[in-house]
């Protein structure tokens, strides 16, 4: 079974330009997240869907951030522009389904630096 | 609100020595715990989970976590840990049902704790 796919892998960008990050889960994963992870902390969700609609989106920096999943499969997310404590690894996850009973499952995560 | 909190951020250890990677967390409703495990240049793995029923928890590489509700911890062991060990550990706790009467699974993440073990 195919595991969670993100690119690119790592991305190095200036401030205020603008960067986009692609994820596709496991096949048949109804819920997918985006997590930010700063040098030296755990891991923060920015953003849940179900399917392809929102269901957490509270601690996503919506001025900056916007985050999409057309089709209810693959997922992108966009920082425009970008600042440098955009610094991080974006990693994005699914699971079956919503629920803290369902596990869910990493990809490899894009490392953003922004100089 | 939930919060996790990883007190050691590196352990050091030799190999074949006991380990433990202690966990608290504080939350207004039930949770699920979650340990993690990311090895070098790989990606976040669960390690073990404790969801319900008995309050010890094993993967299948050794390790074990016990849920203690009254202390609110869920610390991690190993008797005898490999040199293969050496990864960053998370603890992340997941609410059961929100103030909604729902649950998302939303993690939450404690700090990380680097276990390094030494030949």
């Known amino acids: ?115 | 609100a939930q919060s996790v909190t990883q007190l050691d951020s590196q352990v050091p250890v030799f190999e074949e020595a006991p380990v433990e990677l202690r966990c608290n967390y504080s939350s207004s409703v039930s949770v699920y715990l979650f340990w993690y495990v990311q090895y070098p240049n790989q990606g976040l793995q669960l390690l073990l989970k404790y969801l319900s029923g008995s309050t010890l928890v094993e993967s299948i590489n050794g390790f074990e976590a016990e849920f203690n509700k009254s202390q609110t911890s869920f610390h991690l062991r190993k008797p005898s840990v490999h040199i293969s060990d050496t990864a960053e550990y998370f603890c992340a706790v997941s609410d059961r049902l929100n103030a909604g009467g729902t649950s998302y699974g939303k993690l939450t993440f404690g700090q990380g704790t680097i276990l390094t073990v030494h030949p």
């Open chain 1, 1 to 115: 079974e195919a595991g969670v796919a993100q690119s690119p892998r790592y991305k190095i960008i200036e401030k205020r330009q603008s960067v986009a990050f692609w994820c596709n889960p496991i096949s048949g994963h109804a819920t997918l997240y985006w997590y930010q992870q700063i040098l030296g902390q755990g891991p923060k969700l920015l953003i849940q869907f179900q399917n392809n609609g929102v269901v957490d989106d509270s601690q996503l920096p919506k001025d900056r951030f916007s985050a999409e999943r057309l089709k209810g499969v693959d997922s992108t997310l966009k920082i425009q522009p970008a600042k440098l404590e955009d610094s991080a690894v974006y990693l994005c996850a699914s699971s079956l389904a919503s629920g803290g009973v369902n596990e869910q499952f990493f990809g490899p995560g894009t490392r953003l630096t922004v100089l």
